[in-house]
């Protein structure tokens, strides 16, 4: 058999260090055994998916040299591999799962399904909702259908029993069908859910072994039973464990830069993220903390990976990417590496237009310019003395703006300064009040070029994460009551 791994990321938001994680061990696991690593765009989220997403993928894994044979931007012989190419595909296979009696068509409505919920419930019934409770009279069905009501398609699950998924890594899994939806396979838009299209397409690519994270698991059941409709052998099944917090919690933005744009924008070397990553969970034989990618495709076994959750800790990654610029970089190699990285003529050609206003002499330069070389800025609470908003409107401020921009699609200066002149208005601040503090997160100081070309030149990951930051130094760990108030105000304003 040709081992054949994939990862499937869906391109929405930033490309999240979790993806190249899970990237890392399908590229070892398939290079270890002479086989392909291909690359699939999960995009069947029409309204969640972006091409800037797709392509800030293909970016960072590059840059990060976790390299596929097969994908939407090389081709290979089982494309398209953009899941919104597939539509045809899915509905012909979901077609033939309706003609076999494995799936029907369910018209119920939201409310509808609301109900059957509580219903259930009141009995005392703990389940997930299944073809009995769902189903319809035949000619309610009709009725429906000739209105032209919207339908989904969902598929036949048993009401219970147990159900046993094979793990590479944890063995046999037992499962409870009864906590396991009658899921939809195809939307009422006609389009495919994630668990219809991935099983579709992991058969029709030939993939061997699913190597993804573990939260995917209690998805195994409803990909079991498709591959048994199907009569199709199912790809090996090794669910990988989570990257944490260091509080142990789940590895989230809130608490740690999960895009791997930010690291890149932060100065990290790709060698020593990669090298981290291969360290979250691994080990190599020795035990040694600094190694190369061709080191761990050597050494590669999955079966060392532990499943106690890795822990992301950003300090021992520094410390790490230091061992790597000390030990593997002459003076010269880290000359051009720091020249590619910021100090480059392209960079220089976009800052300069808006430092050259303030210069009088050439020095000038530098401290104009040095916040946006630098990774987080050395504030304190006291740096926000000169704002003239009490600490409400601040945390506002700053918080809801960082909210605004998380959703900001497009990144550039007349986006963001719309984006935040709506804020502004809404919150019944003066616009030069509004963005004092925006300026002290961003710049470090009131006295900067516009806010709005520095957030665009400082690009998304590395204005969001200043914000996260400074909202850090001036509140702490916002706790949970303040935080549901804080959602609560924000919600309040649209
Ligand atoms: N599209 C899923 C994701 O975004 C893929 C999960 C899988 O690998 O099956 O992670």
Redesign the pocket.
Known sequence: MTVRT?????PTGDPHVG?AY?ALFNLAFAKKHGGEFILRI?DTDLTRSTKESEQAIFDSLRWMGLDWAEGPDVGGPYGPYRQSERGDIYAEHCQILLDRGHAFKCYRTPEELDELRVSLKEQGINRALKFCDLELPADEVAKREAQGAPFVVRMHVPVDGRVEIDDMLRGVIELDWALVDAQILLKSDGMPT?HLA?VVD?HLMQISH????EE?IN?APKHKLLYQYFGWDMPVLCHLPLLRNPDKSKLSKRKNPTSILYYQRMGFLPEALLNYLARMGWSMPDEREKFSLDDMLTHFDIQRVSLGGPIFDIEKLRWLNGLWLREDFSIEQLADCLQSWAFNRDNLIKVLPHAQQRMEVLSDFAPLASFLASGMLPLTPASFAECKLDEDQLKAVLQFSLWRLEGLRQWQRDDIFATLKLLADQLGLKLRDFLAPLFIAIAGTTSSFSVMDAMDLLGPDMSRARLRYALNVLFGDIGKKQQKRLEKDYEALA
């Open positions: 994939r990862i499937a990321p869906s993806t899970v999960e994630y991935n992991d699913v190597l993804r994270g995917w998805s």
